[in-house]
């Protein structure tokens, strides 16, 4: 059976992506924030997944307002990073596991999430730029790669207890699973930033950290939190941290997660730099 053995989680800022592609990793300002991923290059060499399933926010660059689903899986063979405005990032292209993300797709929907399904879809920053931290820069990504979109650009969107529930439906999905696989679920966005209006830059680091202590040991009482409070306590972009709950979701239910790396650091670009690596227990 397929098993997911761990959960990594990050910030994924654009100039993140912008500062690796352009060569300025080595500048003092960009190094703070590289420095945080070295121990996480080193884990995922030793612990390469068969399969990433990553979850991940459209920022209106292959979803637009036209169109926003609340949960998109890319059930397609490939997927080619979006052009954000500065063209498309230099970055390889998305190999899908259509064949897993079929099974999902039916096993949680049957479970009573509707998900949109995506067999053709771009992705943006928010799936590259976290590829990038943990891989740096490859030919080729070392393993497929199914993503998840969550709508949490525009309202109203998915509640934390949703996004934790479906993570447990993910998990439940992916164990039923025939093949022997090593699944890892990434969780991305965040931590607190709000880029436009009166508050644009409002960064909050105790409750950040407090968020990431809470992931770790009460998730399911941090799933209770209203989107409000995020907004109120994180900025308007902080609601990103929804996608963290359906990472967490799927994690072994009732047992402490090991916590191999965590890693916080203010600013890059507008956002708090929140990272954390979380390992089911080995029995
Ligand atoms: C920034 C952060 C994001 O999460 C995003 O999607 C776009 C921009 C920023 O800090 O600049
Ligand atoms: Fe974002």
């Known amino acids: 059976m397929a098993k997911i053995t761990a959960s990594v989680y990050t910030s994924h800022v654009p100039a993140i992506g912008a500062a690796l592609d352009l060569g300025k990793s080595e500048e003092p300002y960009w190094k ?44 397609g063979e490939s997927f080619e990073p979006s052009d954000e405005g500065w063209g498309k990032r230099p970055v390889p292209t998305v190999q899908g596991h259509p064949d897993l993300a079929a099974h999902i797709a039916h096993s949680v929907i049957q479970d009573d999430f509707d998900l949109t399904l995506c067999n053709k879809m771009e992705v943006d920053h928010g799936l590259t730029v976290p590829l990038s931290l943990m891989f740096g820069q490859p030919e080729a990504w070392p393993c497929p790669v199914i993503p998840l979109h969550v709508n949490v650009v525009q309202y109203p ?13 993910i998990r439940r999905a992916v164990e039923s699973y025939g093949e022997d696989l090593n699944v890892q679920i990434w969780g991305t966005g965040g931590m607190s930033h709000q880029l436009q209006g009166p508050r644009a830059g409002l960064i909050n680091a105790e409750w950040d950290n407090k968020f990431l202590d809470r992931l770790i040991n009460d998730p399911a009482g941090l799933s209770e939190v209203s989107h409000i ?27 402490t997660p090991d916590v191999m790396h965590r890693f916080f650091h203010v600013p890059a670009s507008n956002t708090a730099v929140g990272h954390l690596i979380l390992e089911n227990p080995k029995d």
């Open 32 to 75: 703070k924030v590289f420095d945080g991923y070295e121990f996480s290059k080193k884990w995922i060499k030793e612990n390469k997944p068969d399969v990433i399933f990553l979850v991940y926010n459209d920022h209106a660059n292959n979803f637009s307002l036209e169109l926003i689903p609340t949960f998109a899986l890319g059930t």
């Open 157 to 169: 969107v998915p509640s934390g207890k949703r996004c934790y529930e479906l993570g447990k439906a």
């Open 229 to 255: 409070e995020y907004v109120r306590e994180a900025g308007s972009e902080g609601i990103e941290l929804v996608m963290w709950l359906i990472a967490r979701g799927a994690m072994d239910e009732g047992k």
